[in-house]
């Protein structure tokens, strides 16, 4: 092939440039559009490479034949045109002072005298990249010991203890906005209206039976009444849901059939039940559950009982 450029860089550097142009003109939202819209930009992407590679051979198969049509004469101004290649002068004079060696011819002048079975030795300088390197090395030595050793700053464990907390921090504020990754101890109430229609779904598929639809309760008890057996609350509906009831008569655990965030909708929608009125209730069971992080209500301060005055004048002696 009388093309001697790198046809296989063009297409390289033509798909990336449609790749970047997808992802900023496809509305994908947060995500990489190639995550949102998966099937979509892999075929598109396939597509444009297999017109780029067409293109590129086509534009190759066209310079042949133009070729060949070029006298002797010609062909030989064409070739020496393709053979002059670019050369980057200014980076290729730094290489060569960074690198701090002598050509061939000038190896002569460092060569050492000593010889074994044909082998010399050149007397080369250091490369000056490795002295500049060793020098910095030096510096930073030095203000990292005045730092750390003289003005005592941070310990490898204090940044380790920061680190940490930090991203402790990080990970609790996920875990607020992760609905997925709740547990009984982190579970919050969900009162979003699509949240209290997953939890309606979910009771009404799994849990009708039991506690029948508006709650009134059957073989489970009533889930209407402030009575709660092991707890309300929605931490406690939370963790009785997961874990399960009392041992040998309680409800299954839902655990290994719901995931945390149908569970907390789940429990979500349970507590909708409150204070409403079923069908046929069964009678309470449990104890009257008090929230003991409900806010106290103030006390009214007892009156101060007024002190008689009595006028010792008054006061007849029998």
């Given amino acids: 092939m009388k093309n001697k450029t790198a046809w296989w860089l063009r297409i390289t550097v033509a798909f990336f440039l449609v790749v970047v142009l997808m992802e900023v003109y496809i509305d994908s939202g947060d995500q990489p559009a190639f995550l949102v819209y998966p099937t979509l930009m892999f075929g598109f992407m396939a597509l444009i490479l297999l017109l780029l590679i067409a293109i590129a051979f086509i534009v190759q198969a066209i310079e042949n034949v133009l070729y060949n049509t070029l006298d002797e004469e010609a062909k030989v101004r064409y070739l020496a045109t393709k053979e002059d290649k670019w050369e980057w002068t200014w980076g290729k004079k730094m290489y060569n002072k960074m690198l701090g060696s002598k050509s061939m011819d000038e190896e002569v002048e460092i060569i050492l005298d000593h010889?074994?079975?044909?082998?010399?030795?050149?007397?080369?300088?250091?490369?000056?990249?490795?002295?500049?390197?060793?020098?910095?090395?030096?510096?930073?030595?030095?203000?990292?010991?005045?730092?750390?050793?003289?003005?005592?700053?941070?310990?490898?464990?204090?940044?380790?203890?920061?680190?940490?907390a930090a991203a402790q921090l990080e990970i609790e504020e996920y875990k607020k906005t992760a609905k997925g990754l709740v547990d009984a101890n982190t579970v919050e109430l969900l009162t979003d209206a699509s949240d209290i229609n997953a939890g309606k779904t979910i009771f009404e598929i799994n849990c009708v039976a039991c506690h029948m639809a508006d709650g009134g309760g059957g073989i489970g008890p009533n889930l209407t009444d402030p009575n709660w057996i092991l707890g309300g609350g929605i931490k406690n509906v939370f963790n009785t849901i997961s874990e399960g009831g009392r041992d040998g008569k309680g409800m299954i655990a839902w655990k290994q059939n719901l995931k945390p965030l149908e569970m907390a909708q789940v429990a979500s929608y349970v507590l909708s039940f409150q204070g409403t009125t079923p069908a046929n209730p069964k009678a309470a069971e449990g104890d009257i559950w008090v929230d003991p992080n409900a806010p106290t209500p103030a006390t009214p301060a007892q009156e101060a009982t007024p002190e008689m005055e009595i006028d010792s004048a008054a006061v007849t002696m029998n």
């Fill in 115 to 164: 010889n074994y079975d044909g082998i010399r030795e050149l007397d080369n300088n250091l490369p000056p990249w490795w002295v500049y390197l060793f020098y910095a090395s030096i510096v930073f030595a030095v203000v990292y010991l005045v730092r750390f050793h003289i003005y005592d700053d941070y310990t490898q464990d204090q940044e380790y203890e920061q680190e940490v």
